[in-house]
């Protein structure tokens, strides 16, 4: 998890994919305290685990809080984002099947 913070760090990105095979994709998720998730719904499901920080997220209708250890299910084509974000949120993100692999033409 180390190299994978350094290495998002040192590329400047909020999503940083590490695992790419023709069932899934996972990926480092990352916003800074305070700020902004301007996510659009994905063609993919997904399923977020939270590695560190502190905030909440809103999946349709409804709002819950995240911290670490927290995992979350969001169905594809569901509006969702993280809001409220008190503490640096890191996650590590799960989409089946891979992320971006389902995009509408």
């Known amino acids: 998890m180390a190299e994978l913070l350094e290495q998002q760090q040192n590329e400047d990105k909020r999503y940083l994919e590490f695992l790419r095979v023709e ?7 990352t916003l800074p305290a305070g700020g902004e998730d301007l996510q ?5 499901d997904e399923i977020y685990y939270v ?6 997220i809103q999946i349709a209708d409804e709002a819950y809080p995240v ?14 984002k993280f ?6 949120l890191t996650t590590v993100v799960f989409f089946a099947p891979p992320e971006g692999s389902q995009r509408e033409t």
């Not at 590695?51 to 909440?56: E, L, M, N, W």
């Not at 169905?75 to 969702?80: A, G, I, P, S, Y």
């Open 23 to 29: 069932s899934m994709s996972l990926g480092l998720y």
């Open 40 to 44: 659009q719904p994905h063609s993919e």
């Open 51 to 56: 590695v560190s920080g502190k905030a909440k």
């Open 67 to 80: 911290q670490a250890g927290s995992v979350v299910f969001v169905e594809k084509h569901v509006d969702h």
């Open 83 to 88: 809001f409220d974000i008190e503490e640096t």
